[in-house]
């Protein structure tokens, strides 16, 4: 019996962490997606400043997530194809910003 319930622990643990997972990587996908919102209204002359802060704070969270040994093929999948996005995205903010002549840092 005990040696039942430990497996059935490990078992709803192990649900419980794919669910945490589930939601980081939702919240990274929201947070892409407002970053390249915030990014859209600085290029359309909208903000003063470009959102650096943020786009270290998500690079950041990428990187910790990356670092996630215990992710399933499919939140592997699609962890990169969110880190493909933003790389992307990442691309073209640093032209933009090189075109219209601010500091990258």
């Known amino acids: 019996m005990a040696l039942n319930n430990n497996l059935y622990r490990q078992t ?3 649900l419980e962490q794919t669910v945490a997972v589930d939601q980081q990587l939702s919240k990274l996908e ?3 997606r ?4 915030d990014f859209d209204i600085y290029f359309n002359g909208s903000a003063k400043r470009p959102p650096l802060e943020a786009r270290a ?3 950041s969270q990428i990187k910790r997530m990356s670092d996630n040994r215990n992710l399933s093929f499919a939140q592997r999948y699609q962890l990169n194809t969110l880190v493909s996005r933003f790389t992307s995205y990442r691309e073209l903010w640093r032209r933009s910003l090189k075109a219209k002549g601010e500091e990258l840092t």
């Open 12 to 14: 709803s643990s192990r």
């Open 30 to 32: 929201d947070d892409i």
């Open 34 to 37: 407002k970053l390249k919102i």
């Open 57 to 59: 704070r998500l690079e």
